[in-house]
C-alpha cells in the first residue's frame, strides 16, 4: 500500500509569489492534515480537512490556506511569500477521524 | 493550545546503550503518539498509545502513558546506528481526542557516538 505522496519535494520561490503544494494520501484515509517544521519553532499545525471540510485550522495567517478534493487528494496554497516561509511543509494522512497520522517525506520551500 | 515539553533536548550515547526520554504536557491527554524523523524525510509512526498506564512496544522501544495521563516515555533499549534521529512525542490538539490535529514536542536528538 503506497504511502502519503507529496509533491514537489523541492521548491525555490521569491518573495512575493505564491506557492501551491499538493498532497495524496494513504488510499482509503479520508483526513488529511498539513504541518509547517522550522528549527525554530519545530512542528507546527496548518489545518486538517475531512471529506472536503475543513476541521480545523492553526495559527497561520490568511496567506495561507488549504482545500481537499472528493478523492481526499489535499492542496495547500500560500500567497506572497516571505522569506519566513521557508520550511519543510508536512502532510499527513489518517484513517477516518483517527488520531493516528501517518507523514509524507514533505515539500521543501525555500523563499529567496 | 497544549504545550508539550519534551526532554533531554539531545542525547549523546554509546551504541548498545538504552536511552530514555520523555515528554509532559500541560493538560490531560486521552492519546499519546511517538514519532522518529531522519533527515529529510517526514515523521514515521513508532508507537500510539490510547489508555492510562498503558505499555506497548515495538521491537525494541517501549512507550508508557503516564498515570497522570499529563505524560510519556519512551525507552530504546540496546541503541544501534539506525536509531540516530529526532524522537518527538505528540497528542491531539483536541486534548480529548479526535482528529483535529497534533500538537508536537519540540524532540530529542539522538546522536550515537562511535
Known amino acids: 500500500k503506497a504511502g502519503v505522496t507529496q509533491t514537489p519535494r523541492y521548491l525555490i520561490k521569491t518573495r512575493g509569489q505564491q506557492v501551491t503544494l499538493s498532497c495524496s494520501p494513504i488510499s482509503g484515509h479520508r483526513s488529511v492534515s498539513w504541518y509547517q517544521q522550522t528549527p525554530g519553532q519545530g512542528l507546527q499545525f496548518l489545518f486538517e480537512y475531512f471529506s472536503e471540510t475543513q476541521r480545523n485550522k492553526g495559527n497561520f495567517p490568511g496567506r495561507f490556506s488549504g482545500r481537499q478534493f472528493s478523492n481526499s487528494r489535499s492542496e495547500m496554497n500560500v500567497s506572497t511569500l516571505e522569506l519566513g516561509d521557508s520550511a519543510l511543509y508536512l502532510c499527513a494522512s489518517s484513517f477516518g477521524l483517527g488520531v493516528e497520522a501517518f507523514f509524507g517525506q514533505g515539500t521543501r520551500l525555500t523563499v529567496v | 493550545g497544549q504545550q508539550l515539553n519534551q526532554s533531554p533536548q539531545s542525547m549523546f550515547i554509546q551504541e548498545g546503550e538504552d536511552v530514555s526520554m520523555n515528554c509532559t504536557s500541560s493538560s490531560i491527554f486521552n492519546t499519546w503518539l511517538w514519532y522518529k524523523q531522519d533527515p529529510g524525510e517526514g515523521p514515521v509512526l513508532l508507537i500510539a498509545?490510547?489508555?492510562?498506564?498503558e505499555l506497548t512496544s515495538n521491537g525494541r522501544l517501549t512507550a508508557q502513558f503516564g498515570i497522570t495521563r499529563k505524560d510519556s516515555f519512551l525507552n530504546i533499549s540496546a541503541s544501534i546506528p539506525s536509531d540516530v534521529g529526532i524522537y518527538f512525542c505528540a497528542g491531539p490538539l483536541n486534548s480529548g481526542g479526535g482528529a483535529d490535529g497534533l500538537t508536537f514536542g519540540k524532540g530529542t536528538h539522538l546522536i550515537i557516538q562511535p
Open positions: 498509545l490510547y489508555k492510562a498506564g
